[in-house]
Nanobody, 116 residues
Framework: QVQLGESGGGLVQSGGSLRLSCVASGFTFSMYVMSWYRQAPGKERELVAGISRTSGATNYADSVKGRFTISRDNAKNPVYLQMNSLKPEDTAVYYC?????????WGLGTQVTVSS
């Protein structure tokens, strides 16, 4: 059974940091492109960051470049999102995503709230 479990969300003041983790099971983790998405109230889900299967390539939304870092550990199956210099506009539910060809899996999300 495929499972993606996010953790690390919470309430933080503007300028603070959080590290999100996503633990994956039930599929061959190293074969999947892993990404973090977020969805704020009343807005569409958007891509925050993605990382290739071998960690050789990463991509970021313009709004988080220079502040967020995505990483993965293919030996232990987590994917991380280090978030620094957080802003109130980063407030959202953050979702972990695993994608391989037509397969696409989602976690249930973790809430991040940044207070001003």
């Amino acid at each position: 059974q495929v499972q993606l479990g996010e953790s690390g969300g919470g309430l933080v003041q503007s300028g603070g940091s959080l590290r999100l983790s996503c633990v994956a099971s039930g599929f061959t983790f190293s074969m999947y492109v892993m990404s973090w998405y977020r969805q704020a109230p009343g807005k569409e889900r958007e891509l925050v960051a993605g990382i290739s299967r071998t960690s050789g390539a990463t991509n970021y939304a313009d709004s988080v470049k220079g502040r967020f870092t995505i990483s993965r550990d293919n030996a232990k199956n987590p994917v991380y999102l280090q978030m620094n210099s957080l802003k109130p506009e980063d407030t959202a539910v953050y979702y972990c995503n695993a994608a391989y060809r037509i397969l696409n899996f989602w976690g249930l999300g973790t809430q991040v709230t940044v207070s001003s």
